[in-house]
């Protein structure tokens, strides 16, 4: 009995191996929430990065054209691959020619932060500054011409490279600064893969990215150093800014007045009206967000400057923080499922909970009742639908899946709440009914009683002929005594 009620341990042990799955369940949500603001952009991503928990999102996986965002991507290629961001650059003809006197008009007037061909003072830090706070459009090449060893297109094919790594699937640069041409593109879920790479692996990018001014050396066309200004109003707190953030941080704005595509003569006569992207982040009060808005229109009806990226990043920021908190949904006493125990010693139900506690940013107004619970047991179970015991305290039972409007919140295990021993009588006895039903045994039985069958009448016929016998030598003595 002890051997036996080793293995019903040992393989109860196995069980629950054999339920583990081979990674980690995720504890990140991702269920997605309507903002209750009217808002300017045509795709939009936010996620608060606490818990990776998506807030906010439309059409995050629908084509865009990035702009100078491009630019985030040139940045990580450039610090990636220079050790010392005081490393001298050479500003080549090959690197500034493309924004003069080009065919494309999209290239024409582009962005510049004042570099000059020939100019030996320049380094890979100040290139970064002008590409990032002044969205310098030569910087990228300039940045890609050195790293590339004259090449720029090598650099360029680093872009792609790295944002492959990352994980964008539907994102590809055609160049360094982002200027409109039909092989740079990108999705708002793409920019966010690369904003929380660099606020995750690239300080230098994040510092500089919310710098609010910044002295170049001078060159030709500046003969004194000159100061360039962050771009990006939702970090500047300077002068009547009425789209500046106290609580933003970053990190690169993404912009066309208005772009051209040919027309089937292969022209350059498509006019297109102009859009705004913004990638940020936001912290207040121990919440952090990133967020992504793309294709907010450049202009309002009236052809005035509209600034709607600004508008609705602050807006969602706001929307965000006066909506969200942390929630408790459940703990580990909760109790989600139950399940029949067969053989348990003064037990027949065991109690499930899930095997951590669980909390997640949900709306200060939600009732966590609202949450769908979904139980999977997963442990066998015997015809009866019941577990066999010994069970174990802890022991993994199944799994348990937590919806929001048909989106998963999280997913882990459910585990027993409690030891249920083996009832050793009910085991006995389960074993000796078993071996009732047997065939084997049931053919013995029939057997055996044809042998005592035959074994009493075999008794009862020598008893008979014994006392026949006996009877018989009475008579003969009777017969000899009267004679």
């Known amino acids: 009995m002890r051997n036996i009620k080793i293995t019903a341990v040992f393989m109860s042990i196995l069980l629950i191996f054999a339920l583990i799955p081979a990674g980690a369940f995720s504890a990140k949500a991702s269920a997605a929430f309507t903002p209750d603001i009217d808002l300017y952009s045509t795709a939009y991503y936010m996620v608060n990065t606490d818990l990776g928990t998506v807030i906010a999102a439309k059409n995050e996986n629908e084509k865009i054209w990035p702009a100078s965002i491009t630019k985030l991507m040139t940045a ?16 080549t003809y090959d ?16 962005g510049t932060c004042g570099l000059a061909v020939g100019q030996t003072s320049l380094t890979m830090k100040d290139c970064l500054y002008g590409l990032l706070i002044k969205s310098g459009c030569e910087a990228g090449n300039v940045i890609a011409y050195n790293i590339g060893k004259g090449d720029i297109s090598a650099f360029i094919t680093l872009m792609n490279k790295k944002a492959a790594e990352i994980g964008c699937k539907n994102t590809h640069f055609g160049n360094t600064h982002g200027l409109w041409q039909e092989d740079n593109y990108s999705t708002a879920y793409d920019l966010y893969l690369i904003a929380k ?17 910044y002295v170049m050396p001078a060159n030709a066309y500046n003969p004194s150093p000159y100061t360039l200004y962050n771009v990006n109003s939702l970090i500047n707190n300077v002068g009547d800014n009425p789209y500046y953030y106290e609580f933003a941080n970053g990190l690169k704005t993404g912009s066309m007045g208005d772009y051209y595509t ?91 909970k899930p095997s951590a506690p669980f909390s997640t940013l949900l709306p200060k107004d939600l009732d966590p009742a609202v949450i769908e619970q979904i139980p999977n047991i997963t442990a066998e179970r015997n015809q009866n639908g019941a577990v066999v015991a010994p ?16 989106d998963t919140l999280w997913t882990t295990d459910i585990v027993a709440s ?18 009732f039903d047997k065939w084997w045994f049931r053919l013995c039985v029939a057997a055996l009683a044809i042998l005592i069958i035959a074994d009493v009448t075999l008794n009862a016929v020598q008893k008979s002929r014994i006392a026949k016998l006996e009877a018989r030598r009475q008579r003969k003595a009777n017969i000899r005594a009267k004679w």
């Open 76 to 91: 990580v290629v450039a610090v990636e691959n220079c050790s010392d961001l005081s490393m001298p650059m050479e500003v």
């Open 95 to 110: 690197a500034t020619d493309e924004f003069w006197n080009n065919p494309d008009p999209n290239k024409n007037g582009a």
């Open 262 to 352: 040919k027309d089937k003569n292969g022209e350059w006569t498509e006019y297109h009206k102009g859009f705004a992207n913004i990638v940020s982040s936001a912290s207040q009060n121990g919440f952090n967000y990133i967020l992504v808005t793309c294709g907010a229109p450049y202009t309002d009806e009236e052809g005035n400057r509209l600034n709607g990226h600004f508008k609705d990043s602050i807006a969602l920021y706001k929307w965000a923080f006066r909506t969200f908190d942390i929630r408790e949904v459940m703990n580990e006493n909760t109790m989600v499922a139950s399940v029949k125990v067969d053989m348990g010693e003064n037990a027949d139900v065991v109690i499930l």
């Open 197 to 213: 790479y660099i606020y995750d692996k690239c300080p230098d990018i994040v510092e500089i990215s919310n710098t609010y001014s």
């Open 391 to 406: 069970i174990e305290k802890g022991q993994v039972m199944g799994t348990l899946t937590l919806k929001l409007d048909g």
């Open 418 to 435: 409690q030891a249920i021993e083996l009832s050793q009588f009910e085991y006995t006895m389960r074993m000796i009914n078993s071996i």
